[in-house]
Nanobody, 120 residues
Framework: QVQLVESGGGLVQPGGSLRLSCAASGSIFSIYAMGWYRQAPGKQRELVAAITSGGSTNYADSVKGRFTISRDNAKNTVYLQMNSLKPEDTAVYYC??????????????WGQGTQVTVSS
């Protein structure tokens, strides 16, 4: 089994910053792409940012220039640095990883989600 544990969410004022972390643990052989998704009330879950094992990144247009995704392969951890936050960034943020387990299977795993609220 593989577990993803997120941390770093909270309440921040518009224009502020937060850094999310997601650590993967368990029966991991290797991790391919890692990413962050978010889901606001009444909306579908959407991709925020993703990063490959080689470090290539892609971002949703709405966060380009404000958010930065990074990963530490030695720690099986992915980060999301969020700057210049806006009220429309308010959502539950979920970590996602494509993992090859020690048993040889490859699956996508999700974290439990962390709430980010941007409000004055």
């Amino acid at each position: 089994q593989v577990q993803l544990v997120e941390s770093g969410g909270g309440l921040v004022q518009p224009g502020g910053s937060l850094r999310l972390s997601c650590a993967a643990s368990g029966s991991i052989f290797s991790i391919y792409a890692m990413g962050w998704y978010r889901q606001a009330p009444g909306k579908q879950r959407e991709l925020v940012a993703a990063i490959t094992s080689g470090g290539s990144t892609n971002y949703a247009d709405s966060v380009k220039g404000r958010f930065t995704i990074s990963r530490d392969n030695a720690k099986n951890t992915v980060y999301l640095q969020m700057n210049s936050l806006k009220p429309e960034d308010t959502a539950v943020y979920y970590c996602n990883s494509n993992v090859r387990t020690n048993l040889g299977s490859t699956q996508r795993y999700w974290g439990q989600g962390t709430q980010v609220t941007v409000s004055s």
